[in-house]
């Protein structure tokens, strides 16, 4: 199977995230890799993902019980044949696994690399079908860093016994360790190495709340005319009337989607490819066979699907590494479509929760009061300084200290006992008894009125706002009612301010609606 289904079906994610895609491929084509990628950046998924796209075994040397055994049971979880051959394991466990390999039943095992040193193990391995070597936490080969395995050593032998293909996975990006890696796993030959942060400097970050959105786009492509650019839609249907829009004011644009022909998808994507200024209005389908290095601007006319998503998408633009903009609406719409995505979905109740903190997080983003850069690389890892390139530093919002009004709904949701939607937080903050408050007794709770003086929109803005920083949590197993996260009790405490951006509240207008 390829990549892109069995990254949806097996591992439940969206997009690839930055750098994996490229990886992926490399391995899944048995090439020699090295792949040095920020901690938290996905590294296991680059081996994971190809294991499943070959025939065979694939053998992962990794240093800790533990990070194996959680591995080998989401994978398991997730319906692949994994295991794991570790001194932990107890004979019957171990017996199980070399009778699976014998049958040549798994696609991943995991081993520690101490495994290799016993007699039986390599002559094993060469009877087992083995089509590539993984090693993760590569750089412990390396006597240069601090984290040298002796064991390590080994897996060179294994590499040249079992005479497959090799990929090789390390957040250690220093040059001595990594030709101490070469020297070490690949006996010489030069793998193919990806040294890939996150960041993509020239790439311009702007997001706005829906307001007027045809025209917002229309506007950001007219001030880009002739320049070529890419806008996202949320529906097919969306792809074409705005492409009619546009064409109306005079700019060149086609749309593109899954419902076409292969044959008219295929025209457009050659179009776009060969000529200057074209605007395509596209759903997620199209991108991944893109190769165009000069796409100067990429547009969302509605909220992306997650982070990986959206950075995936807008990667897309400034290829060359001249400046490309990119522009990013998010609506009430959008929120109230995506959280129904994702409860009315097949996913099991935990996935479910994933991804809602997931859209949270790329709501964060949206309404972020800081540098968007810092945010998005902080989502993958990575930290960084305000970037100067994006529309919060162009501009930066007023803000405001929140935290007596986060720790007033903080303490409506305690109060109600955890189990109620936004709504009705608020109902309870200003003092609205309704009935299902007077039923509940929640008007003669402590809190109940204590936030007359903020209108029924800006405590919107601010939960929504509270949600975005992973402050309160929509929580599946009580339909959807607001969750304190850990983060909150320090706010709780006092130890924590909270920081909001006045725009957004004094707004007022309900430019997204919070989950109620
Ligand atoms: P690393 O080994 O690079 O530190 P992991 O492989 O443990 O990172 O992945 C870190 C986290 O990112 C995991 O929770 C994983 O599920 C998640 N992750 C990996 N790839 C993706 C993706 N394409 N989309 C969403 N989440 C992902
Ligand atoms: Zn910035």
């Not at 990254?7 to 048995?30: K, M, S, T």
């Not at 989502?379 to 100067?388: D, H, L, N, R, S």
Request: glycine share 10%.
């Amino acid at each position: 199977m390829s990549a892109a289904p069995l990254l949806r079906q097996v591992f439940g994610f969206d997009g690839f995230r930055p750098g994996q895609q490229e990886i992926v491929e490399a391995v899944a084509e048995g090439q020699n890799v090295l792949a040095i990628m920020p901690t938290g950046g996905g590294k296991s998924l680059c081996y994971q993902l190809p294991a499943l796209m070959r025939d065979g075994l694939t053998v992962v040397i990794s240093p800790l019980i533990a990070l194996m055994r959680d591995q080998v049971r989401a994978l398991t979880e997730a319906g692949v044949a994994a295991a794991a051959l570790t001194s932990g394991n107890s004979e019957d466990e171990n017996a199980e696994v070399w009778r699976a390999l014998s049958a040549r039943e798994l696609k991943l095992l995991y081993m520690a690399p101490e495994r290799l040193a016993s007699g039986g193990t390599i002559p094993m391995l060469k009877r087992a079908g083995v089509q590539a070597i993984a090693v993760d936490e590569a750089h412990c080969v390396s006597q240069w860093g601090h984290d040298f395995r002796p064991d390590y050593l080994r897996v060179g032998e294994l590499r040249a016994a079992l005479g497959v293909p090799l990929g090789a996975f390390t957040a250690t990006a220093d040059s001595e360790t990594r030709e101490e890696i070469v020297a070490r796993l690949f006996g010489g030959a030069t793998p193919r190495t990806f040294l890939r942060g996150f960041d993509r400097p020239n790439i311009h970050l702007a997001f706005q709340p829906k307001d007027g959105p045809r025209a917002q786009i229309l506007n950001f492509a007219q001030a880009r005319r002739g320049q070529s650019g890419i806008v996202y839609c949320g529906t097919r249907a969306k792809t074409e009337t705005l492409a009619a829009a546009l064409n109306d004011t005079g700019l060149p644009a086609v749309a593109y989607h899954g419902g076409m022909e292969a044959e008219a998808r295929r025209a457009v994507e050659t179009r776009f490819q060969r000529e200057d200024g074209l605007i395509v209005t596209a759903t997620v389908a199209f991108g991944m066979g893109i190769d165009k290095p000069d796409i100067r601007w990429v547009a969302h006319a509605d909220l992306p699907k997650s982070i990986e998503a959206y950075y995936q998408e807008i990667g897309r633009g400034g290829r060359d590494g001249a400046p490309a903009e990119t522009l990013t609406l998010y609506g009430a719409d959008d929120v109230r479509l995506r959280r129904g995505q994702i409860d009315e979905g097949l996913a099991p109740p935990d996935r479910k929760q994933a991804d809602h903190a997931r859209l949270n997080a790329l709501l964060g983003l949206a309404e972020s009061a800081t540098c968007r850069r810092v945010a998005l690389l902080g989502y993958f890892g990575e930290t960084a300084e305000p970037c100067g390139n994006c529309d919060i530093c162009d501009a930066p919002p007023e803000t405001f200290d929140g935290t007596e009004a986060a720790q007033k709904v903080l303490s409506a949701v305690l109060r109600t006992g955890e189990s109620y939607g936004a709504g009705h937080i608020i109902d309870v903050l200003i003092g609205n008894a309704t009935d299902r408050i007077s039923q509940r007794g929640h008007d003669r709770l402590p809190t109940f009125g204590v936030g007359r003086d903020i209108p029924k929109g800006q405590w919107q803005a601010i939960i929504r706002q509270m949600l975005g920083r992973d402050l309160v949590r929509p929580d599946p197993e009580r339909h959807g009612g607001l969750a304190i996260t850990a983060a909150a009790h320090a706010v709780l405490r006092g130890e924590e301010r909270v920081t909001l951006r006045r725009d957004l509240v004094s707004k007022a207008r309900p430019a997204v609606a919070i989950r109620t």
